[in-house]
């Protein structure tokens, strides 16, 4: 394998989605921490290598049962696939069988992780459903895409993945994490219609059957206001549940959270650029670009309460 090889598969990966998976898995963690269990380097390296193969899977599968449809649209870096298939088709079978390595690895190392630190066993089933997910999103016969379930798939993510940095700290899954998760949940939907949205005549051409290529842009950047707010409503509502410490202030976070949906508000006022392919893609970067910036705050101030919490 040469250098240039090595470069197209590394780019397969899509590795800015990976950063995004990071950064879910560390709220998760931190959150666990915040409510008293205690960080475990080992716990947390090998639980998120379970999920940085799961994750890392997706995008070398995607690509490949995908590849009918990218003939017909854009790689942007977030949507339209990675590109690398289709100029080199030599490469799709290795695509496929990496994925399925990577698959296989991530559940030896969910199944090592449960032996050695003594786990429940339904965090080995969470493991095998998450990488199932990711697998049948575009594999046949199930093809979640194509089917109408994009949507919920994704919004599920925004369950297991957290979870997962929840659980390898915490050792269990509870109501604190169970009712963190709704607004996680919601925030994922607003991601993944943002990513469908650059992609609607490509996905009506290639058989994909989700929201946008039902209901158009203009309908997908009006529930990404939506599903901004109830993330903005469900992130309150944490505050008046009582069940998390006091010292954290979910009002600061619903704060954080009114990024997204400012960019989300202004997105959708600029209704005339919908027909204008660059000009969708820049509004959809600039939502998802919000989304990222909400994310990483949340995890600073996580971060923050952690030490200070520690120290006092």
């Keep these: 394998m040469d250098l240039n090889t090595f470069l197209k598969i590394m780019k397969l990966g899509r590795f800015q989605f990976i950063a995004g998976g990071f950064l879910s898995f560390c709220i998760g963690a931190l959150l666990a921490i915040l409510l008293n269990a205690e960080f475990n380097l080992s716990k947390f390296l090998l639980g998120y290598s379970i999920l940085f193969t799961a994750q890392l899977s997706v995008s070398y599968s995607n690509d490949y049962f995908d590849i009918n449809v990218d003939r017909h649209s854009q790689s942007t870096g977030f949507s339209g696939g990675s590109g690398i298939l289709l100029d080199n088709p030599q490469l799709r079978e290795f695509s496929k069988w990496f994925s399925i390595t990577l698959i296989s690895i991530s559940i030896l190392l969910g199944s090592i992780f449960i032996i050695i630190f003594q786990?429940?066993?339904?965090?080995?089933?969470?493991?095998?459903?998450?990488?199932?997910?990711?697998?049948?999103?575009?594999?046949?016969?199930?093809?979640?895409?194509?089917?109408?379930?994009?949507?919920?798939?994704?919004?599920?993510?925004?369950?297991?993945?957290?979870?997962?940095?929840?659980?390898?700290?915490?050792?269990?899954?509870?109501?604190?994490?169970?009712?963190?998760?709704?607004?996680?949940?919601i925030y994922e939907f607003f991601f993944i219609i943002n990513i469908e949205i650059p992609d609607m005549e490509a996905d009506r051409l290639g058989g994909k059957k989700n929201i946008i290529t039902k209901k158009g842009r203009a309908f997908g950047f009006t529930i990404t206001i939506i599903s901004?707010?109830?993330?903005?409503?469900?992130?309150?509502?944490?505050?008046?549940?009582?069940?998390?410490?006091?010292?954290?202030?979910?009002?600061?976070?619903?704060?954080?959270?009114?990024?997204?949906l400012s960019i989300g508000i202004w997105s959708f006022l600029k209704k005339g650029e919908y027909k204008e392919k660059n000009s969708v893609l820049n509004l959809v970067k600039r939502n998802i670009s919000s989304l990222f910036l909400f994310i990483i705050l949340v995890n600073c101030y996580?971060?923050?309460?952690?030490?200070?919490?520690?120290?006092y």
């Design 119 to 185: 786990f429940p066993w339904y965090f080995l089933l969470l493991v095998l459903f998450g990488n199932l997910l990711g697998w049948y999103y575009s594999a046949p016969p199930l093809k979640l895409a194509y089917r109408g379930l994009s949507e919920v798939s994704t919004v599920l993510t925004g369950f297991i993945v957290p979870g997962m940095g929840y659980i390898v700290l915490m050792g269990k899954l509870d109501l604190n994490f169970l009712f963190f998760a709704v607004p996680l949940m």
């Design 228 to 260: 901004a707010f109830l993330g903005t409503i469900s992130i309150l509502l944490l505050q008046i549940t009582k069940i998390y410490p006091t010292f954290v202030d979910f009002r600061l976070v619903a704060l954080f959270s009114l990024i997204p």
């Design 302 to 311: 996580f971060i923050y309460l952690t030490f200070s919490h520690i120290i």
